[in-house]
């Protein structure tokens, strides 16, 4: 905590203190009251100064709850938004294996329904954790009466924590399995969002619907059951303070009944009010102690799941590097490099070697799953390689500041993705240096990206809003923003993973002679699947089941790679290929 949470928590410990101390003393004006009643003072005159004095404690109190909440709340918010922030902070540091650990919908529960579980026990918890120990001990040093009546107090109070802890425990098994119930809910509705096309297209609705019911009617099972028994602290708590109240009345009265004398029947009857204030005030601050005890349980798993997040490890990890080595800018070379993925029983890629010198463009084809995107990810160093090296710049990736690593990169995914916001906020995504760009910059990558005509064509052109995921943009138009979206960067390299599948023949073509031009200095790495599209590339790989079946240019594996070979006959007329 800051400065000004500290100081607003200890102005909440202060006045906590003050609205337990005054409330306590309301008892005291009790039994002035009583004992004037019982001498017969009548007078409203002198009636009315304790009554006033309790009125004005009760002020008092109420003034100091209304506050020390408010200092509390503050707390809460402050604590629960750092701890946001370190949350969210841990998981955007996530690479694909860290990813692996968690779902994307466990991450979403674990920043929203655990921190809130959180906050809720901050804003709560805490105040019935320091108010009532300090009201209970303060109150039971001010009960003075029959040890009779004590040992009714403590004999309730025993009920109470036994059937308490036998309901506690019953509940607890059921807290981390509603937890984890909620992470498959979110799952599921996330599911259903992301791939609402394929639902539609294929009447899916019945079976999305049966597999959230499923979910939901289990949650629903599960919540019912753990709080079966906490629900039934509620109605027994009243059980017991009322039976207290009537056993402390009930022997205080058989007590007055059988003393001799009209003072120490007064007196005793005095003291028995008084006694039966505090002795209520205090079982109701072990009660409520009780009901934090009982929401612990949610509390810690709910810590533990944001603990666990925060704590994992990063398995990439920064180095010192910011620049490559020597006059080696725009050069990526594998030396043997292999890679299994965690748990996996092959490797994905085994002993690749290639060496691309700036300026080049080298092609990457193969069979579906035979490693083309995973070559991609080790050269931004979303997952490092098992065996060998990777270098950019003549130097060993893993020694790279990670983001003066994909500073260097202007990468288009297989899968287009576009954020909420503009046309413009996109494409100038992670601005190369971290500095924006002009709007004469955007509008130049637009143009090379071929994505400017239809831009122009938007209401509001490059401020046109953009629904979350580009959904209200075509898969043809999303491909070409984020091309755009590369471009803007004016990166060292490019790293294009089958990112011109959606573009029609006319388009790739025209965009890649534009992009030729744009970026000749620019070493460009491209993910392909038409032939006619990288067959002029200066470097041609052959992936199969994660082994190199071939490389160099088209004509020498038309030659000598059967699989270049046969992906190129499969596409294109005989006469095609034999003229290249």
């Given at each position: ?360 463009t080298m092609a990457i084809i193969g069979p579906t799953g035979s490693g083309k995107t995973t070559l991609l990810n080790l050269i931004m160093r979303f997952y490092d390689a098992t065996d060998g090296t990777v270098y950019v710049d003549g130097r060993d990736v893993r020694d790279y500041n990670l983001w003066a690593l994909r500073d260097k990169i202007g990468y288009v995914p297989q ?12 494409i100038d995504y992670g601005a190369k240096g971290g500095l924006a760009s002009t709007i004469g910059e955007i509008k130049k990558a637009a143009e090379v990206g071929q994505s400017r005509e239809f831009i122009e064509q938007k209401e509001g052109k490059f401020d046109a809003r953009v629904e979350e995921g580009g959904s209200n943009f075509s898969g043809g138009q999303r491909q070409r ?32 002679n534009k992009l030729k031009e744009y970026a000749k200095y620019a070493t460009q790495v491209i993910v392909g699947q038409r032939i006619g599209s990288i067959m002029n590339a200066d470097l041609i790989l052959v992936l199969d089941k994660g082994r190199l079946a071939g490389k160099g240019k088209h004509e020498e594996l038309m030659e000598n790679c059967s699989v270049y070979r046969e ?14």
């Open positions: 905590m800051r400065g000004t949470e500290w100081i607003s928590f200890l102005i909440f410990l202060v006045l906590v203190y003050l609205q337990v101390f005054l409330s306590l003393k309301i008892p005291e004006y009790m039994s002035h009251i009583t004992e004037l009643m019982q001498k017969g003072i009548s007078e409203l005159t002198v009636l009315a100064v304790p009554a006033v004095k309790m009125l004005l404690l009760s002020i008092g109190s109420l003034a100091c709850a209304v506050i020390s909440g408010i200092c509390l709340s503050f707390v809460s918010a402050t604590i629960i938004t750092k701890m946001r922030e370190d949350l969210f902070s841990k998981i955007i540091s996530f690479n694909l294996v860290e990813m692996k650990s968690f779902s994307a919908s466990s991450l979403i529960t674990r920043c929203t329904n655990d921190l809130e579980q959180v906050r809720l026990f901050i804003s709560v918890g805490v105040q019935a954790i320091i108010q009532c120990p300090l009201t209970l001990i303060m109150a039971v040093s001010k009960m003075r009466g029959n040890a009779v009546w004590m040992g009714a107090v403590i004999a309730m109070a025993a009920i109470l924590l036994i059937v308490t802890a036998i309901l506690f425990s019953l509940s607890l098994s059921k807290t981390k399995k509603v937890q984890r119930l909620i992470d498959d809910a979110n799952r599921i509705m996330k599911e259903h969002l992301s791939g609402m096309r394929v639902v539609h297209a294929y009447n899916g609705y019945q079976y999305q619907r049966s597999q959230f019911d499923k979910t939901n009617s289990e949650l629903m099972r599960t919540n019912i059951s753990a709080t079966r028994y906490t629900g039934a602290l509620a109605p027994f708590f009243s059980m017991c303070v009322n039976s207290l109240t009537l056993i402390i009345y009930i022997l205080g009265s058989y007590m007055i009944y059988t003393m001799d004398g009209v003072l120490v029947r007064q007196a005793l009857f005095s003291d028995m009010v008084v006694f039966a204030s505090y002795a209520l005030q205090a079982f109701n601050a072990f009660a409520m102690i009780i009901v934090v005890l009982i929401a612990m349980p949610r509390l810690i798993i709910s810590l533990r799941r944001i603990i666990e997040v925060i704590d994992t490890e990063n398995e990439i990890k920064d180095g010192p590097a910011t620049a490559g080595c020597g006059d080696t800018f725009g050069t990526i070379e594998f030396q043997n490099v292999s890679f299994r993925y965690p748990d996996a029983s092959a490797d994905s890629l085994s002993d690749i070697s290639f060496s691309l010198r700036r300026g080049e899968k287009s993705f576009l954020f909420a916001g503009t046309i413009r906020t996109n923003l984020t091309i755009s979206r590369a471009i803007c960067r004016n990166p060292e390299f490019y790293l294009f993973d089958d990112s011109f599948s959606a573009l029609d023949f006319k388009t790739d073509s025209v965009l890649r992906i190129a006959l499969s596409q294109l007329l005989s006469e095609e290929v034999a003229n290249g």
